[in-house]
């Protein structure tokens, strides 16, 4: 069985985009690098027809969102608000762009130079206000600025929005 005829055969999903090796239970896993094992192995954008061919509860994008320009962010976000299901949920995490100005740490913005890997480096920044207002703009409500629960809450900020 193809990975394109399980995916379209689930009902009620979870897809995590940019999950490197972390495979939560209960979660479909989408990644560019074939070394983390993804569900679903793809560079984006665009979002790979496995993805865009199913409605999902849940998208969640951790430290991702500043790995794309803002016009390849704005097209996976419109994409995304696309394929959740009415009141499904999207969560993003990434450094806040206010904090990293505020307390002159430039690694904190575009990622570890050391580790030498372009896929962890990133190419803008966001606040939560600029943010919000670009989730706003693809189409999302209930839009909730929150601290961050995943890599460092005194450096990344949380936006959890619904379609």
Request: with cysteine; proline share 9%.
């Amino acid at each position: 069985m193809t990975m394109t005829m399980t995916i379209t055969k689930l009902m009620h999903t979870k897809l995590s985009i940019g999950a490197g090796i972390h495979h939560p239970e209960g979660w479909h896993t989408l990644d560019c690098d074939p070394a983390t094992t993804p569900d679903i192995l793809a560079t984006i954008p665009p979002l790979p027809p496995e993805v865009l061919c199913h409605s999902w509860d849940e998208i969640k994008w951790i430290h991702g969102i500043t790995s794309l320009y803002p016009w390849e962010a704005e097209q996976v976000l419109r994409e995304i608000q696309g394929i959740l299901f009415p009141g499904g949920k999207l969560v993003l995490e990434q450094p806040d762009l206010d904090l990293v100005l505020r307390h002159g740490k430039v690694e904190w913005l575009f990622g570890d130079p050391s580790h030498k890997n372009p896929l962890i480096m990133n190419k803008w920044a966001y606040s939560p206000d600029t943010l919000s207002e670009l989730v706003r703009h693809c189409g999302f409500e209930n839009i909730e600025i929150l601290p961050a629960t995943y890599h460092n809450a005194v450096r990344d900020f949380r936006i959890k929005a619904r379609k």
